[in-house]
């Protein structure tokens, strides 16, 4: 495995950051992750591939360690994909849970926990992904997006931590802040989100692509035997990231 390094001045880190802060952008968690210099990037070349996995899985597992050494809040891991610059909505999607399969496996291989307080099952309405005992949404965007805030060049993969939504809700902030994203994305994008939907109510890998997807649509993602919130979950100790340093700043 590679160590993590800075990828901030990549053209592609740099035309991301400027994404985000285009005003009409709606994820206002997003912003607020930027202009924190929270939002840590990672460029890789190829979605369809998994030739840097070795490299993001690292990189990611840094990235929680520096959470959990300075808990605040907006804190986001991006990984912004050279390619394809053309790529549909079922494709990305079928790449987009490749990666998430490989970087799971590696993570299982390792022997870190899945997040206890989350389901392993992806037709599990409680389900979530799980890297170094941290439970995950991922929010993906491509040049082939239907919806205009996942529209971008390039494919992205951005990793939102369950604790920070958890945290959200205890301070009494998520509800108005849920509500002012979709009031701007419905704006930027004309129509509200059919896919959207509450941890619990379904499961939110449905949402992950950005795709619309009918009621029989089943996620390809293969769980791990480990326990969710239905059972016997394990701890959260291991991360051990073999010493890796960490990357500061905002990439």
């Known amino acids: 495995m590679e160590l993590p390094r800075d990828d901030r001045e990549h053209p592609c880190a740099r035309a991301f950051r400027e994404f985000i802060q285009d005003p009409p952008f709606p994820c206002v968690g997003a912003k607020s992750a930027l202009s924190r210099g929270r939002l840590k990037i990672v460029v890789a070349r190829d979605i369809t591939s998994g030739w840097d996995d070795m ?34 909505e079922e494709r ?37 992904l799980s890297f170094g005992g941290e439970a995950f949404f991922v929010v993906g965007l491509h040049p082939g997006a239907s919806r205009p805030a996942r529209r971008f060049p390039h494919p992205v993969m951005v990793f939102n931590l369950h604790a920070q939504f958890a945290r959200l809700r205890a301070e009494g902030r998520y509800e108005k802040l849920r509500a002012s994203i979709l009031q701007r994305d419905e704006a930027f994008a004309g129509s509200a989100n059919p896919m959207l939907a509450r941890h619990g109510e ?19 993602f293969v769980p791990r035997a480990e326990a969710g919130p239905d059972g016997d979950a394990p701890t959260r100790e291991p991360v051990h990231p073999f010493d890796l340093p960490l990357f500061d700043g905002a990439a």
């Open 92 to 128: 990305f999607e079928e790449s987009l849970w490749a990666r998430a399969q490989s970087l799971s496996d590696k993570d299982s291989w390792l022997g870190q926990p899945y997040d206890g307080s989350v389901a392993t099952d992806p037709d599990n309405p409680h389900f979530s």
């Open 55 to 88: 490299r993001i899985y690292p990189a990611l597992l840094a990235f929680i360690v520096g959470y959990r050494e300075s808990p605040d809040l907006f804190q986001s891991f991006a990984v912004v994909f050279e390619g394809p610059g053309s790529i549909t």
């Open 202 to 220: 379904a499961s939110e890998a449905r949402q992950y692509s950005g795709r619309q997807v009918d009621p029989d649509w089943r996620c390809p």
